[in-house]
């Protein structure tokens, strides 16, 4: 007698950190886009400093212009991405290892 196999989906491993919680919402926001996922938050400057953030250069391909601490907006595209503790939190210089060189 055969038993019907249920599929589970695979546990997801518990983040290692806040910027791998980061990376994994970013990654599911840019997939739901027909994006490609990113390997690694890419280097920015904070927003005293006048450049662009880490989440417009994360979502730049997506034609993503401008993000604020709610949303992020462009041509043709605008989501809520659900990042602002993080953004707030780049912007006060608390993950050095994400700023751009100058």
Partial sequence: MAVPVRET???????????????????RIRTA????PLYELPAASTAWDGGGCVLERA????????????RAYGRRIE???GLRDF??????GRYPGLLARR
């Fill in 59 to 70: 979502f730049e391909d997506l034609d993503v212009l401008v993000v604020d601490y709610r």
């Fill in 87 to 92: 953004v707030c939190d780049f912007d006060a």
């Fill in 9 to 27: 989906p695979a546990p997801s491993a518990a983040p290692a950190s806040p910027l791998d919680d980061v990376l994994r919402r970013v990654n």
């Fill in 79 to 81: 989501f809520e991405h």
């Fill in 33 to 36: 886009y027909g994006a490609d």
